[in-house]
């Protein structure tokens, strides 16, 4: 049976845990406030490079040139890129993004594609792939918290440079989407080669009509679309990483509650131990205090 020292012991550890799990909940809270920011900062310029894309498709009157967007067949090889975090104790944050991963690798193959390797951005993601020795085309790390557009066109420029050269006929994206404080969502979409509904979307009714008015497009519509693609997949990468930084910090403020509130109810639990402990003590010394005076008698 434990003794009240070791108990005792227990209590101070489990405090000084708490005391860790409650300044890393408060430091990802501040965090998060700055990463939703960012990504509310970032909806108006995707939102308009969608219109743009949109109007110069439709004054090209064809994209059939364009090869971010040409069609290729399920053979070869498949790039997955999954978008973790550097770090841990967020959770189930990062089993749940390589999951999907390996689901959309499973499916791939189902599809015809011969081989399916990862662009890992992310330390926790390469880590577990090359526990598991899964092809890695490549690793990126060091920003999952705070990424930045820098980071986001190096990315794009290696996937856009192995799709073009022809080494890779899909690119597929997995990243964990921030809806809320309380809920995020494994997100999959397929990066390259660029949907085609996305290029062609239709307008809101009531920007239709002006933007068509207005939009004089030098050089021609399609050179301007043809510009205007490897900037999108960097807006693209960005969001999915300012999505997957929001949610990364919204997971791990949530794991580190759970830690804090869980460590309050050891402590409770282990206080009430000692308390009996001390109780069984000072019993077991009053009844050796009565048997000595008996024997005395």
Do not use: C, W
């Not at 599809?111 to 890992?120: I, K, M, P, R, S």
């Not at 820098?150 to 994206?173: K, M, S, T």
């Not at 062609?200 to 933007?211: G, N």
Request: aromatic share 6%; net charge negative; proline share 3%.
């Amino acid at each position: 049976m434990a003794t009240q020292r070791d108990i005792k012991r227990r209590i101070d550890s489990v405090r000084n845990t708490r005391k860790i799990t409650r300044a890393m909940e408060l430091v990802a809270s501040a965090k998060l406030r700055r990463a939703q920011e960012s990504i509310e900062s970032l909806r108006p310029y995707a939102q308009a490079m969608r219109r743009l894309m949109s109007q110069a498709a439709r004054q090209s009157g064809s994209i059939h040139g364009l090869p971010l967007l040409a069609d290729r067949p399920a053979e070869g090889t498949a790039v997955i890129v999954a978008i973790t975090g550097d770090r841990g104790l967020a959770g189930a944050f990062n089993v749940n993004i390589l999951r999907a991963a390996f689901q959309v690798a499973r499916d791939l193959e189902d599809e015809g594609f011969a081989e399916v390797v990862y662009t890992a951005v992310g330390k926790k993601g390469a880590g577990t792939l090359n526990f598991r020795r899964l092809p890695i085309d490549r690793a990126f790390a060091g920003f999952s918290i705070d990424p930045t557009f820098a980071d986001a066109e190096q990315v794009v420029e290696h996937l856009v440079q192995r799709f073009q050269e022809g080494e890779v006929n899909r690119v597929v994206l997995v990243y964990n989407a921030f809806k809320s404080v309380l809920e995020q969502r494994v997100t999959t979409e397929r990066m390259l080669p660029i949907d085609r509904s996305v290029v062609l979307e239709e307008e809101d009714d009531d920007a239709v009509e002006p933007s068509r008015s207005v939009a004089i497009f030098e050089p021609e519509a399609e050179e301007f679309l043809r510009a205007l693609l490897p900037t999108f997949l960097d807006t693209t990468i960005y969001r999915a990483l300012l999505e997957s930084a929001a949610a990364e910090l919204a997971a791990r403020r949530t794991a580190m509650r759970n830690a804090t509130d869980n460590a309050g109810t050891l402590i409770d639990d282990l206080t009430l131990a000692m308390n009996r402990a001390r109780q069984a003590a000072i019993t077991q010394e009053i009844l050796e205090v009565v048997a000595g005076a008996d024997a005395l008698e």
